[in-house]
């Protein structure tokens, strides 16, 4: 593959799981998923850009059409579970069965390769890492699951931000965060997003291409979604306040994000920027200042 020059990379993605699943009756609501997706597709379609789609497998079968839609225009295609279970409730065997019922379904509808795996909630801690045992046996080069801060949830200070390669086997390529030790979130994804400033996410993100990294940004369906009906969302441990949030500033959420980015941005999946940046290449061959650290669990 041709090497990349320098440039400012955002790896782009989107989690896409139909949140009626995960709600009591969800099933009275309408369907939204679809029409959101398209709307992403429209986004990197105009960028002449190819994304990241981790798909949670029961969301996968029932929109079986669109997923081949997204595969046929050559987006990266990776897993997010089956039923979009947390690591927390589960163990290193129940993982494994769910993730090859998750790949199941992948392929069964088309797709030929998956390398990457988003945990639901970004669950991957310090009590989950046998799940990269799990990942390496099936498979899979990388990991996009870690909350690298403090979380209400789950969060992973300790892991650091950089990306590490987990016994020499696993990337792990955790979402990137506001630079401020006090309020380290990641700027440029989701809930995130919309809570800050786009001001203040434009300036971390200009931050770190400044320094040559590349940016993870990952969203959902309904983070655009501001017509989408009023419930408790699930994850959110029956908290109003963070309910509220779930739906805070959606309306336009896109159209900001859009005009955020710099003109000379470079917008590619997870796996390409492994391979043409990460993968059997040194910092000098890669020209990037991201740490090639590594990680034994």
Known sequence: MEKLEKQNILLFSIDFEDIRFLVPDGFKYADRLPGMIYKFLDFLNRRHAKGTFFMVGQDA??????????????????????????????????FKADLMKNMEVLHRLGTKDIYGFRAPGLSLTAKTPWAYEVLEGLGFQYSSSVMATKSAFHGWPEFGTDFKLINN????????????????????????????????????????????????????????????????HPG?????????????????????????LPENITIMPHYRYIQDYLANKSLKETGTSVKKGTLTI
Not at 73 to 86: A, F, L, R, V
Not at 205 to 211: G, H, K, L, V
Not at 237 to 244: A, K, Q
């Open 236 to 260: 959110v441990n029956g908290s109003w306040l963070y309910n509220f949030l779930m739906y805070y500033r959606r309306k336009g959420m896109l159209e900001r994000f859009d005009k955020m």
């Open 61 to 94: 079968e029932l929109h079986g059409t669109l997923v081949k839609e997204i595969i046929a225009e050559g987006h990266e295609i990776g897993c997010h579970t089956y039923d979009h279970q947390t690591l927390n409730l589960l163990n290193k065997e129940s």
């Open 169 to 232: 086997k696993i990337w792990e390529l955790p979402p990137t965060l506001l630079p401020i030790k006090s309020f380290s979130i990641p700027f440029a994804s989701s809930v995130y997003f919309r809570f800050l400033p786009t001001i203040a996410s434009k300036w971390a993100m200009n931050n770190e291409f400044r320094q040559n990294k590349p940016v993870i940004s990952y969203f959902h369906s309904f983070d655009i979604d501001f017509e989408q009906e009023r419930f408790m």
